[in-house]
């Protein structure tokens, strides 16, 4: 990204996050969207639901010529025109065309998203057609001169009396701030425009291969109006829109509403098959088919499956980075988790670069996508493709390349860091402040210091008294638990002993290689991969424990990943994968063990931090649970519980610090509200994002680690 670009798009983080309605709102959002949804599917069976959205997507991707040449040649044979458009310069000059041939002066539009991936507006304003929106959020942001900043909810960033401010421009008198008022305003200004259009252009949300036909999905009367009064009807829709028969646009439509809004179905299903009479002579139907990028995305084996995406939204409702900054810093034309790879391909690599690094990688968008889409999976790849074309830069090449990867050396100058951290640390474990261009880091948060002797240097003097083991278990550190918290893997002996568990630390594991694979440097995760599995597989144990869920998910998912097509590694991972398994889950789910700390410690009220990848990667949230409640410790739920801390690593250091700080901060205000005296949690990444808030913030809550407080339960 060009330093210009970096410092415009930096300019609209820092607008964003000094607009705390903005945050309020979005946030509210998502708490009602939740709860809405949640209720909405309690009759249905999700998870069955987006395997058939899936399953029928894939089908028609499989087969996407064939469903194609059916979709156009019944389309066709009911009267419709179809016009099959490349790209969006062709979609936009074949409907400019159209309405010019036609002496069409005006337009009235509902909400589409492929017209505002084409910018058809513009289009058909060079053309000297005028073009009006009649959605309420889409003539909203067309007088404000705006983009959408929600695929379904265009202008759920604006609040009531900038619309006000709006409308008062357009009557020509002050409209005051009250929302049915406003409403009223929006019909008695769009009504004439119904009445006078030349053309209707819509989009759709379905095409049904099988009936040549389509079907729109409105909360708004107004798709209604735009495609039955005007003569000609345009409908600019995805070829991704395809589905094989109306069962499978049944199912869609059945789900779409309650995973957008939280409806059980929306206010108007349109179905249009075909030309119809009107009038004085038949209506025109002209469908418009745009590719645009979509062969592209089909043909790509890591992005593929977000053509599954059914335009529902909801992975912006629940993202802590949309809800933190919006849709105008969090998109481009289509915003999200799932804007990410549609502007990726639609509108270019480079425009998607500032919003790949924006991703927190946290998983919520995964949780709810009902089409079974691994978003974070296929962003994860762009960003290896963003490493490849712009490169990660000298300081993050040198770090991964020349001293990760050599893990003697990685090793060493952690040790070395150490000491030279002691002019700064004073001898203690935390540190306040930085000097000098290092301040930032220490502003909002404080930070661990590096332990003076890691876990590793510590291991053969750590006492271990196991008499018949009923199990032989590896742990995997991680780079926080080794070098940060090595107390955290002592207590992990000490409650894995008690159970009968003896553990070994294999010497020769190094970084996970998350933090190179999040920056875009697979090559070097691959390595570091191959490292560990060796590492890890020595000695042949039979379980390998983690304390960190990242960790986890990589040694679960990233290796098997990176080597299924390697024959000297894939079975190796493969095994390494079957016997991974997080600590806390590990003593419920194998050893069956959480009667064993029964009533053993003091009646501490406790909260709970869900990390993400543990509850949305591992599976792993009623585990943790169990154990504090076993123990006798009082377990009090926070607001929010699974929502993301802030941490991702190098993104609240290097990446994005600021929006970290803001999700940090939301995330600290719903411990305070729990009343709780200690936060659990799973991860040392969370636990150094959460005690360092506390500890500046000086919030007398510890942040303490599942494994920590049974250690303690046991003392």
Known sequence: MSKVRAKEYQGRIDHALATPKLQDALHKFGDAFLLAREKAFSQYDFEALRQEIADCKDEVAAHRQQYLEQFITNAEAAGATVYLAKTAADANQYIAELARTKGVKLVTKSKSMASEETHLNQALESAGVEALETDLGEWIIQLAGQRPSHMVMPAIHMFKEEVAELFSKVTGAEEPAEIAHLVQVAREQLRQGYLDADMGITGA?????????????????????????????????????????????????????????????????????????????????????????????????????????????????????????????????????????????????????????????????????????????????????????????????????????????????????????????????????????????????????????????????????????????????????????????????????????????????????????????????????????????????????????????????????????????????????????DAAGFIVNQLGAAEVFKGLSAAEKVTYHDSCHLKRGAGVWKEPRELLTTSGRELVEMDHADRCCGFGGSYSLTSHPDISKQILGDKIKDIEKSGASCVAMDCPGCMLQLRGGLEKQEVDVRAMHTIQLLAESLE
């Open 205 to 581: 949300n379905v095409a049904v291969a099988e009936t040549g036909g389509i079907a729109l999905v409105t909360n708004e009367g107004n798709a209604r109006l735009v495609s039955t009064l005007p003569k000609i009807h345009v409908a600019l829709l995805g070829v991704e829109k395809i589905v094989p028969t109306l069962e499978d646009a049944a199912t869609i439509i059945r789900t779409l509403p309650k995973n957008a809004t939280g409806q059980l179905l929306t206010s108007y299903v349109t179905w249009i098959r075909g030309a119809v009479p009107c009038g004085d002579g038949d209506k025109e139907l002209h469908l418009v088919l745009l590719d645009n990028g979509r062969s592209a995305l089909a043909e790509s084996p890591q992005c593929r499956d977000a053509l599954r995406c059914i335009k529902c939204g909801a992975c912006a409702n629940v993202c802590p980075v949309y809800q933190t900054v919006g849709g105008h810093v969090f998109g481009h034309v289509y915003i999200g988790a799932i804007g990410i790879i549609l502007t990726a391909f639609f509108h270019g690599l480079d425009k998607a670069a500032e919003i790949v690094r924006a991703c927190i990688g946290c998983r919520a968008c995964v949780t709810v996508c009902p089409s079974n889409i691994d978003l974070e999976h296929i962003i994860l790849s762009l960003r290896e493709t963003i490493g490849h074309e712009e490169g990660i830069g000298l300081g993050k090449s040198i770090v991964f390349r020349k001293v990760m990867r050599n893990r003697k050396l990685f090793h060493s100058l952690i040790r070395a860091a150490s000491l030279l951290q002691k002019p700064v640390t004073g001898g203690n474990r935390t540190i306040r402040h930085l000097p000098l261009f290092f301040s930032s880091l220490t502003e909002w948060r404080t930070l661990p210091a590096v332990a003076e002797k890691s876990l590793r240097d510590q291991w053969t003097k750590i006492p271990q008294k196991v008499e018949k083991p009923r199990y032989k278990v590896a742990l995997f550190g991680g780079c926080a638990n080794d070098f940060l918290y090595p107390e955290l893997g002592i207590d992990l002996i000490k409650v894995m002993n008690k159970l009968d568990v003896e553990v070994s630390y294999p010497l020769d594991q190094n970084c996970c290689g998350v933090p190179a694979l999040y920056s875009g440097d697979k090559e070097t995760a691959v390595a570091l991969a191959e490292q560990n599995i060796a590492a890890m597989l020595k000695d042949d144990p039979d379980f390998v424990l983690t304390t960190c869920p990242t960790c986890t998910m990589a040694l679960q998912r990233d290796f098997v990943e990176f080597l299924k097509d390697n024959p000297v590694w894939a079975d190796k991972a493969k095994h390494l994968a079957e016997i991974t398994v």
